[in-house]
């Protein structure tokens, strides 16, 4: 049986930003890209990073980013390193950082971590929590790929095996992992597919921006 080719983050000594490459058309790869958070002004996107050098990166983007604006994009967890676009083709941006990176250390600390932590996106939206027989309204305050916070006044047990819903994505099964105050957090128990996440997470932006408009 075929084996689909395999699409994984390339990372770069080199100190110059990537420049843009061709993709032959139809071209398939199974994505096993790193996520990254990208803030650009106010607004926060999720994006995949298709390569990264210590002078820049190229990421697939979910929107359309103009060449000359400023970003940031963070690497690890709370260290978001300013940039600016320098170019943009199809769904691909090229990134040109401030100041070179380590790129030893990024890898270094991929390599450490048994499942890296993935981006999460501040969202303000109700979630309903199925666990068993009870279905608790909830608040969603934050959700990535692998999981998603909520607030609740309903006690929800740790370890719980509840079904997830938030309005315009399938149910996802998880597990509740913590819980501090009203606050918990859930794991899902297969990460959601990206775009799916991005599309949602942009029609939550559209709703909110109508709603300020109105």
Not at 177 to 205: A, H
């Amino acid at each position: 049986m075929d084996e689909e080719p395999v699409e994984t983050t390339v990372y770069s000594l080199a100190d110059g930003a990537p420049e843009p490459c061709a993709r032959r058309k139809g071209e398939r790869h199974l994505s096993l890209l790193r996520v990254g958070s990208l803030m650009i002004g106010d607004r926060r996107e999720l994006c995949l990073i298709r390569n990264i050098s210590a002078g820049g990166m190229m990421i697939r983007a979910y929107s359309n980013i103009e060449p000359g604006i400023r970003v940031t994009i963070e690497l690890k967890q709370g260290e978001p390193v300013p940039a600016e676009v320098k170019w943009a083709k199809d769904d691909n941006v090229g990134l040109e950082f401030d100041q070179a990176i380590d790129v030893i250390s990024l890898i270094s600390t991929s390599m450490e971590e048994l499942r890296p932590r993935m981006p999460r996106v501040e969202v303000s939206c109700t979630a309903w929590v199925r666990d068993g027989a009870i279905v608790h309204r909830t608040r969603a305050v934050d959700v990535s790929q692998g999981g998603v916070k909520i607030t609740s006044s309903k006690d929800v047990p740790i370890g719980a095996e509840v079904i997830v819903t938030l309005t315009g994505l399938s149910p996802a099964p998880g597990l509740v992992r913590w819980k501090e105050g009203e606050s918990y957090g859930i794991t899902f128990n297969r990460p959601l597919p990206l775009p799916t996440l991005v599309g949602w997470l942009q029609e939550q932006q559209d709703r909110e921006r109508a709603r300020a408009a109105g």
